[in-house]
């Protein structure tokens, strides 16, 4: 196995990562680093409080959102209950779940018998 040290993309894509724990740590590395990029408002724009209220609004009045079709029904009833907490709640939530494709890709890229299946960050990132 040949590593190229000056392309960090060949380096990361060839190591032999086996261990079942990586994506849970890739995981935590990423929650962490979305909440606090969430809590300094640095990706925070229009969308992200559109739907908060949308969320909010099912949560408080649901007859009145399930028709509503530029709520994203689903979404919002989904997000309804994080989104009564606040909005850093349900900031915090997107981010957590969005983390969840990490270890979830390991493990289908696993189950297929993918060669390298701890390097997700192809896929996600």
């Known amino acids: 196995m040949e590593i190229h040290l000056n392309n960090r993309s060949v380096l990361f894509s060839t190591l032999p990562l086996k261990d079942k724990r990586i994506p849970w740590v890739l995981m935590m590395l990423y929650c962490l680093l979305g909440w606090s990029a ?25 007859p009145a959102f399930i028709f509503f079709q530029k709520s994203r029904p689903f979404i919002s009833f989904f997000f309804a209950p994080i989104a009564a907490l606040g909005f850093p709640f349900y900031l915090g939530a997107h981010v957590f779940i969005s983390s969840l494709a990490i270890p979830l890709i390991a493990t289908i890229s696993r189950k297929l018998d993918h060669p390298n299946p701890p390097c997700v960050r192809k896929v996600v990132g």
């Open 38 to 62: 969430v809590w300094s408002g640095h990706f925070l724009h229009d969308e992200g409080k559109l739907a908060w209220l949308f969320a909010a609004g099912t949560w408080h009045d649901f």
